[in-house]
C-alpha cells in the first residue's frame, strides 16, 4: 500500500472513531424538553422521572443535531390546584432538574373543564433558572375513566448564549405525541414521540460572518414515570 493510501486510511479511521465516540457522548447527554405531564391538571403533589434520546444527522462541524438540547435524564416535582368549580383554570407548578443543563420551571395552566368537554387543553412554559432557555408551548389530549390517555404538545423553543469565545443562537419547534398507561391508582407511564427542528447560528466573538448558520432536525423518543396522589 502506498504511502498516500496508508494516510487515507489512517484519517478514515480517526474520522470512524471520532464518530463513535460522539455518537456515545450524543446518546448519554442529549435530550430536548421534554413536556412530562398530561394537559389535565392532577391536584396535589407528584413526582417521577423522564429520560429522553434523540436521533438525527451529525454536520460539518460535529455538531450533534442541536438546538433544544437539555439533558439525557430528568427528575420531576410538581404541585398541581385544581378548584372544585369546572368553571375555573386549573394550575400546575413543577420543576425539573436535568442531569445535563440546569434546573427548569415548568408551568402550565389549564383552560376550565367545562370549556372543551372531555377534552383537556392549555398553556404553559418550560425555563432554565440560570441559562435562560425557555420553551412556551400548548398541549392538549383526552384521557379515560381508567386513565389511559393521549395528548399534544407543540412548544417553541429559543435559547442565545453567549460562551467563552462565541456566541449562540437557536430557535426550534418541538412537536410531542405522548401516550399515557396507568400503572395501579398512584403512577402512570407516559410514552413520548417527536420532532424537532429550527435553526442554529454561531459566531465567534468580534467577527460579523457566523460559521454555524443553518437548519436542523432531530426525532425524539422518550418515557417518563409519574407518581401522583
Known sequence: MSESRRADSGRIRSVKCSCVAFGLVFVLAACAPIIAHDPDVRAGFSGGMSAALGNGPTYE??????????????????????????ARPAYR????APTAGAVSVDLFAQTPRRWLGPVAAGAGILAEVSRGR??????????????FGINVAIGHYWDHDSRAGFTEK????VNWLNFEVPLGQRAALHLHTGYASGHVKKTVDGQTVPYVDEDRWVRLGGVSLEFHR
Open 61 to 86: 462541524n460535529g455538531d450533534d443535531p442541536v438546538p433544544f438540547y437539555l439533558g439525557a435524564a430528568a427528575l420531576n416535582l410538581a404541585y398541581g390546584i385544581r378548584p372544585e368549580s369546572d
Open 93 to 96: 407548578f413543577g420543576l425539573q
Open 134 to 147: 425557555q420553551m412556551p408551548y400548548l398541549q392538549a389530549g383526552v384521557r379515560n375513566k381508567k386513565g
Open 170 to 173: 437557536e430557535r426550534a419547534q
